[in-house]
């Protein structure tokens, strides 16, 4: 049986700029399903983070010292360490890049448009790979335009099928929640195949991970191949 749907998701905003956690903070209120537990510049990250043990934190990638990079790795070096969806004006796949390798759940705009704002937090709290369409569809074209990776189709060879199947959907967005429905799995050996698969590809996280599937051209469509 699955488990039911995370009832409530709660959030940290993490930007130098008071409107901006403003705004975010009333669009994600509005929604009726999040809770923002704490807001505040990037010497505040941690510390909220062990405090109030938010679910997702929305983080600004440019901010006065710690930068967003900085904070990111330090809240992914707590014991239990949060979501993290970066958060920014700037369309760079510089950052998108080390973000990812850092191990963000996703990379969002922040022009992104507000009706969606909740959605993509909720799939970051259910474990999902969050990208803004425009950044994504830039890095996807990047790893795509020199074809298959070899190597990483030789890591990728690594996994059992079911494995194989799990990537593919976890590429695709998938919550574990949603890879079990789709495998007819329970969460918790979806979880497990989850953790096999990182460990297997050397990866911190889903999104890179992703990639790697990218790379290996695990994700092109058959009839295509």
């Known amino acids: 049986m699955q488990p039911e749907p995370r009832s409530r998701v709660s959030v940290a905003i993490i930007d130098d700029e008071a409107l901006v956690r403003q705004g975010v903070t009333l669009i994600l209120e509005a929604a009726g399903d999040i809770d923002v537990l704490g807001v505040g510049g990037g010497g505040d990250a941690v510390r909220i983070a062990r405090e109030q043990r938010p ?55 922040k022009d992104t448009d507000p009706e969606q704002l909740p959605h993509f937090v909720r799939a970051a709290a259910a474990g999902g790979v969050v990208l803004a369409p425009a950044p994504a569809s830039r890095v996807r074209a990047a790893v795509r335009a020199g074809g ?36 007819h799995l329970s969460v918790g050996t979806v979880k497990d195949h989850v953790s096999a698969i990182l460990a297997k590809l050397g990866v911190s996280g889903r999104v890179p991970a992703a990639l790697v599937a990218e790379r290996a051209g695990l994700l092109v469509p058959e009839a295509t191949r």
């Not at 990776?149 to 919550?175: K, Q």
Request: charged letters at 25%; glycine letters at 4%; proline letters at 9%.
């Open 148 to 183: 298959a990776d070899p190597a990483a189709a030789e890591i990728a060879a690594r996994l059992t099928p079911r494995e194989l199947a799990a990537l593919r959907l976890l590429a695709d967005g998938r919550s574990n929640a949603e890879i079990a429905q789709r495998l």
């Open 55 to 109: 679910d997702v934190v929305l983080l600004d990638v440019r901010m006065p010292p710690p930068d967003g990079i900085a904070v990111l790795r330090e809240l992914r070096a707590l014991p239990e360490p949060p979501y993290v969806v970066m958060l920014t004006t700037f369309d760079m796949d510089d950052y998108v890049r080390t973000a990812i390798e850092l191990g963000a759940s996703g990379y969002l705009l």
